[in-house]
């Protein structure tokens, strides 16, 4: 038999060629089919926005807080729903999906409007989860007992925004809060449920921030053994902080080489069953600045496939317990 990728393919959790545990095997494992994911803006702000712990938000978010592929917050969940899902049907069929609350800090409201959202959401046609994305500083106990009787029901995945292990670096992009700060909201959502799927997301490119610290980031994200991990480029948008500091040449992003071989790094140091649900950002082509070469995002996924097969690599190849 003729050896192809797949057949010399050594890792475990995949059905075709590739070396890390894709967010799309995990949807096919888990619904039996592809499942869409339909982003919503339900209004939320953050608390590094409206002063609680800092004004003006991540020095890299964009005045839509990451929702900047959703409809208008105008609009009602439902609504906006049913148009991102009609427009998805011309791609694929829609038939399962996963409401995905996007924009900003998604538990930061008083638990009645977080119920009736969620619940709205839950009750979709053809929901099969629900996916709500936030702070580790905004999980307070009603709400991560909220957030468990909600994983007894569906299939529910908290994404946690850590983007850095570093303090340093964290201040330089105006966080607003440490990794301790992270790990005490890690740690109390764990504990409320297993059934909680906690997805951890990190950025590689923030400024000042060299190889061993992202690498380190990873290792300690590694330690904590989530569930699954969004690995993000920093996009450097329009109307930012970030701008700013590129436009006056204080920023330089990283080159598309540096960032597929640091992908791979991280992809050996992760736990081989945790689901690496992004390994390349999204930014809205008119407002993206730089780096110019993640526009090709197939280009870049395909190149970190290449990577790890000259390696002879795969996910989890340098984890350690």
Known sequence: MKKTQRSENPYEYTDTNKRYYTYDYYLRKTFGEKVAKIPLDAGFTCPNIDGRCSVGGCIYCSGRG???????????????????????????????????????????????????LFERAMALDGAVGLNIATRADCLPKDVCEYLADIAE???????LGLQTANDNIAKKINRGH????????????????????????????????????????????????????????LHVLRGTKMAELYESGEYEPLEKEEYVA????????????????????????????????????????????????QRNSWQGKFYQK
């Open 178 to 233: 440490s990794f301790s700060d992270f790990l005490d909201g890690y740690i109390r959502l764990r504990e409320a449920s297993r059934k909680i799927n906690i997805c951890v997301h990190i950025i590689f490119g923030l400024p000042a921030e060299d190889r061993e610290m992202m690498l380190d980031t990873v290792r300690k994200v590694a330690a904590l053994r989530p569930d699954q991990v969004k690995i993000h480029l």
């Open 66 to 116: 990451s929702g900047d592929f959703a409809e208008s917050p105008l609009l009602p969940i439902e609504e906006q729903y049913r148009i991102t899902r009609e427009k998805l049907s011309s791609k694929w069929n829609t038939g399962k999906c996963i409401p995905y609350f996007q924009a900003h800090t998604n538990t930061y409201a008083p638990i009645e409007r977080l119920r009736d």
């Open 262 to 309: 640091l992908v791979a790094d991280a992809i050996e140091l992760l736990p081989p069953d945790t689901v690496v649900a992004r390994v390349t950002g999204d930014g809205m082509a008119e407002e993206l600045l730089a780096p110019e070469w993640s526009k090709k995002k197939v280009s870049v996924i395909n190149d970190i496939d290449k990577i790890l097969y």
């Open 153 to 159: 029901r569906t299939a529910l995945t908290v994404e």
